[in-house]
Nanobody, 121 residues
Framework: QVQLVESGGGLVQSGGSLRLSCAAS????????MGWYRQAPGKQRELVAA???????NYADSVKGRFTISRDNAKNTVYLQMNSLKPEDTAVYYC???????????????WGQGTQVTVSS
């Protein structure tokens, strides 16, 4: 079983920055893709940014050039640096990870509990 714990959310003014962290713990063998999703009130959860274990990344168009995803594989941690924040970035941000418990084992997907990011205008 893998647990994902996010931290770093909070209230920030428009144009400000925040850094989210997500640490994976438990019986970890191989973390594959890790990423961040967000869900604003009344909206569907959407992908913000994702990173493969090899370092390839992809971003939602709405955050390109402002957000940067990175990961420390030794610490089983993924980060999301958010710059030039806008009020429309306000949402609950969720960490997500794919984990394999052994070579050839199926991949299971895990979610964190979410952290609130609020950007005031």
């Amino acid at each position: 079983q893998v647990q994902l714990v996010e931290s770093g959310g909070g209230l920030v003014q428009s144009g400000g920055s925040l850094r989210l962290s997500c640490a994976a713990s438990g019986t970890i063998f191989m973390l594959n893709a890790m990423g961040w999703y967000r869900q604003a009130p009344g909206k569907q959860r959407e992908l913000v940014a994702a990173s493969t274990s090899g370092g390839s990344t992809n971003y939602a168009d709405s955050v390109k050039g402002r957000f940067t995803i990175s990961r420390d594989n030794a610490k089983n941690t993924v980060y999301l640096q958010m710059n030039s924040l806008k009020p429309e970035d306000t949402a609950v941000y969720y960490c997500n990870a794919d984990h394999r418990s052994d070579y050839g084992a199926p991949v299971y997907n895990y979610w964190g509990q979410g952290t609130q990011v609020t950007v005031s205008s």
